[in-house]
Nanobody, 122 residues
Framework: QVQLVESGGGLVQAGGSLRLSCAAS????????MGWFRQAPGKEREFVAA????????QYADSVKGRFTISRDNAKNTVYLQMNSLKPEDTAFYYC???????????????WGQGTQVTVSS
């Protein structure tokens, strides 16, 4: 089992930046793929970004390409999501997740954090 704890959410003005962190503990070697998802009120959870331990596999949702960057520090078992040029439509609850397989589908991610709120004001 892998435990995930997110941090770094908050309120920011449009055009601003935030960096989310996700600290992993437990059997992290069993879930090499780390990803971020988000869910806005009244909407389904959607994929944001994902990567493997080596960083050789990187995936981004079209809506965040060029603005968000996912990275990880394997020594610290931490994955980050750097979010730049934030827009009001990026407002959502952001979740960190871990998967055993290469996927951008939420159902394939077996471990989830509690989430952190990101609010972008216009």
């Amino acid at each position: 089992q892998v435990q995930l704890v997110e941090s770094g959410g908050g309120l920011v003005q449009a055009g601003g930046s935030l960096r989310l962190s996700c600290a992993a503990s437990g059997r992290t070697f069993s879930t090499p793929v780390m990803g971020w998802f988000r869910q806005a009120p009244g909407k389904e959870r959607e994929f944001v970004a994902a990567t493997t331990g080596s960083g050789g596999w990187l995936q981004y949702a079209d809506s965040v390409k060029g603005r968000f960057t996912i990275s990880r520090d394997n020594a610290k078992n931490t994955v980050y999501l750097q979010m730049n040029s934030l827009k009001p439509e990026d407002t959502a609850f952001y979740y960190c997740a871990a998967s055993k397989v290469l996927s951008t589908t939420a159902l394939r991610f077996s471990s989830w954090g509690q989430g952190t709120q990101v609010t972008v004001s216009s």
